[in-house]
């Protein structure tokens, strides 16, 4: 079958860093989403990793091990306005998605 | 910036009754999409469509959800009747044609979502 975990919530202080871990199972691979999602506002997309290694877009920057199954989001200088859910998702071959039940990161002053 | 918009925004109805949500996708993505997410959980699909025809509905609740794109190219998702478990935020996403410049797997652009509440 497939399966993604991510941790349900995490605590972060503002300026710092965190990490986001997501684990997957499926039975291919076609790349790994991140998507950030607002309290009462829909998701929006931050990243797609196809190959292993790390990719930086300004603050946040998404970490992906396909032999390990395995994959982070990294968010660095924290803003209060990250303080979101963050939903790690894979496509399943049908050009459907496979979504994380998310994390909702709390960043505190 | 293109967008998809759905609507309502917000619907508050009472068990039994009928509910419409629309969707109309960004000009020229080929694929839609609609999800329901309960509060805590990640989205569940229930039907993709492809152009004008149903993909996939195998999650769709059809002894009261119904579906429809038409013309390829708004949606409407019907609830008739509506019952308590149904209260949970409806979003509608599209995806370009598959294939497409940005690679094989393209990322879905979702509007804003229909927030549903049933009394």
């Known amino acids: 079958g497939q399966n993604i975990d991510q941790p349900t919530e995490m605590t972060a202080t503002e300026g710092a860093i965190v990490q986001i871990n997501c684990t997957y199972q499926t039975s291919g691979f076609n790349g790994l989403f991140w998507y950030q999602q607002h309290a009462g506002e829909a998701p929006t997309f931050l990243s797609y990793n196809v190959l292993d290694g790390l990719e930086e877009k300004g603050r946040f920057s998404s970490f992906l091990s396909r032999s390990k199954g395995y994959s982070y989001l990294l968010l660095k200088e924290l803003q209060m306005k990250d303080s979101a859910s963050y939903l790690c998702a894979v496509p399943d071959g049908n050009y459907q998605l496979i979504w994380g039940a998310g994390t909702k990161l709390i960043i505190k002053p | ?119």
């Open chain 2, 1 to 119: 910036e293109a967008e998809v918009a759905q609507s309502p925004r917000y619907k508050i109805t009472e068990k039994s009754q009928a509910v419409a949500f629309w969707c109309d996708p960004i000009s020229g993505h080929a694929t839609l999409y609609w999800y329901r997410q309960i509060l805590g959980q990640g989205p569940e699909l229930l039907v993709q469509f492809q152009d004008e025809s149903v993909v996939d509905d195998s999650q769709l609740p059809k002894d009261r959800f119904s579906a429809e794109r038409l013309k390829g190219v708004d949606s409407t998702l019907k609830i008739q009747p509506a019952e308590l478990g149904d209260s949970a935020m409806y979003l509608c996403a599209s995806s370009p044609q598959t294939g497409s410049e940005s690679g094989p797997y393209n990322e879905q652009f979702f509007g804003p979502g229909t927030r549903l509440t049933v009394l």
